[in-house]
């Protein structure tokens, strides 16, 4: 073979007979190589499938963007395969040696050693990314699970899933377009933007005691409906009276929440947003594509999407996660994350040799220990008492959390929930949507139980 020619590849699919017998004819077929070639085999199927990715033939198109990549090559498609695949895949060693006319090699000369792929050790938590994938069941949605204080993914669930073994060995069309028929299968929702609803409660909560406009115990009169621009903001379930945050997350009271919005204003909310982690700037961590970030309207976000003005309205329904709100399961579980472990920002992270390096270190959000211990208390009282306390059933530690209810126009509300455990000294945090699942409570919130169940099953010996 000349410098620059490639290899052709002929067939990779012949009988253990045919390959046997033509290693033995070697010598007969002048130029033609018969070789064995390593492949990958995913031990546990669709597991993880959205966080490890799959394979695929290296295409004409990479062969000549890369000089260095070879005829059927496999290189990573999508999460840590294509995110991490030079550091999996090592690098092709080069020899050139001269043969005789009976293709017996003569000498050799000097070349490039081949370099083996590296090991790769994810923060993953193979107990608990089970018992996600369990508890989500045949439902579209996304659970996460992180470690509070260092920020690890333990957990990342989502549905539909793939079975990564699939894409191995040469596909038929048939089964290709069979594959990418299955309704968005490759699609990771806990990276994709969803209103969070009454989750977002918890942002509103930081950003009312962090603007200094109030203060832990301050009071607020709820009523079963305000009117804001000749608009009527109904609470969900009645007026609680006069209450203070921990009640109001308790409850999840929209009117409190509404009047905090007015008092403080989008801009403050939007800057606590991006304190507690929401926003889209933690997906660029984890090296894998997402859907679509999540997003904290601004004003001139309104007249791109809409073309309108920004009213207060919109400030009303910001306040309570509606409107141009959106976040992922991912950022949720950081803004838990953050609450959870008295107030710092953690870096999502899925290589275990980037836990604790000063690029995932935790980043202080600025809010007082008094401002992050009332909306952790009044997320605990969510499952001690409120909207929350299916989790409260005994056969749990005691945890915190918040319910969310996501409406939308025509379809039935998605379902979240967000929650930390155990509630005191706590270790994990956890997201979870399902997707027009209803109120979060119902849905949402016992997926979060079955993830406890095990973390505490596990960990507590």
């Keep these: 073979m000349t410098s620059g020619e490639r290899n052709v590849n002929l067939t990779s699919q012949v009988s253990r007979d045919t390959f046997v017998s033509l290693q033995e004819r070697a010598g007969e077929f002048p130029g033609v190589e018969v070789r064995a070639e390593s492949t990958r085999y995913y031990p546990h199927g669709q597991l993880a499938s959205h966080i490890i990715g799959y394979l695929g033939e290296v295409t004409s198109a990479e062969l000549e963007a890369n000089p260095e990549y070879q005829m059927r090559m496999m290189v990573g498609r999508i999460g840590v395969e294509a995110s991490a695949n030079d550091l999996l895949a090592g690098k092709w060693g080069q020899r050139l040696i001269e043969v005789n006319a009976q ?30 994938e369990k508890a989500l069941g045949f439902r579209k949605g996304a659970v996460v699970v992180l470690d509070v204080n260092t920020g690890e993914v333990l957990a990342m669930a989502s549905y539909p899933r793939f079975n990564p073994n699939f894409f191995i060995e040469p596909m038929s069309e048939e089964k290709w377009q069979s594959l990418h028929s299955q309704e968005q299968s490759f699609v990771n929702r806990a990276l994709q933007g969803y209103p969070p609803g009454s989750t977002f409660k918890i942002v509103t909560s930081a950003a009312a005691m962090g603007s200094g406009k109030f203060s832990p115990y301050s009071i607020i009169q709820t009523s079963d409906s305000i009117y804001i621009g000749g608009i009527r903001f109904q609470e969900h379930s009645g007026g609680y009276g006069p209450i203070g945050f921990r009640t109001a997350l308790a409850y999840s009271s929209n009117t409190f929440f509404y009047k905090l919005g007015v008092s403080i204003g989008h801009a403050e909310i939007g800057k606590w947003a991006y304190k507690l982690g929401l926003g889209g700037k933690n997906l660029n961590l984890l090296g894998i594509p997402a859907t679509y970030n999540g997003l904290i309207p601004t004003e001139e976000d309104k007249r791109q999407i809409y073309n309108d003005a920004w009213y207060l309205g919109d400030t009303v329904t910001m306040a309570i996660g509606q409107g141009l709100v959106l976040a992922t399961p991912l950022e949720l579980a950081v803004a838990a994350a953050t609450i959870a472990n008295g107030g710092k920002e953690v870096k999502p992270h899925l290589l275990a040799d980037e836990t604790n390096s000063p690029e995932i270190k935790p980043i202080p959000t600025g809010l007082k220990p008094e401002y992050v211990n009332m909306i952790k208390e009044g997320m605990i009282d969510v499952v001690y008492y409120g909207t ?8 749990i530690p005691l945890t915190g959390g918040k319910t969310g209810t996501s409406e939308l126009i025509g379809q039935k509300s998605h379902s979240l929930y967000v929650g930390f455990g155990p509630a005191e000294q706590s270790k994990i945090a ?10 979060g409570s119902v849905a949402a919130a ?13 960990y507590s010996q």
């Design 103 to 132: 293709n017996q090699e003569i000498r050799k000369f000097e070349g490039e050693e081949p370099q083996g792929g590296k090991t790769i050790k994810l923060t993953l938590d193979l107990d608990l990314q089970k018992i996600a």
């Design 388 to 395: 929350g306390r299916s989790l409260n059933d005994g056969t």
């Design 430 to 439: 956890i997201a979870v949507i399902i997707e027009n699942g209803g109120f």
């Design 446 to 458: 016992p997926v979060a139980k079955q993830v406890f169940q095990t973390y505490f099953r596990k």
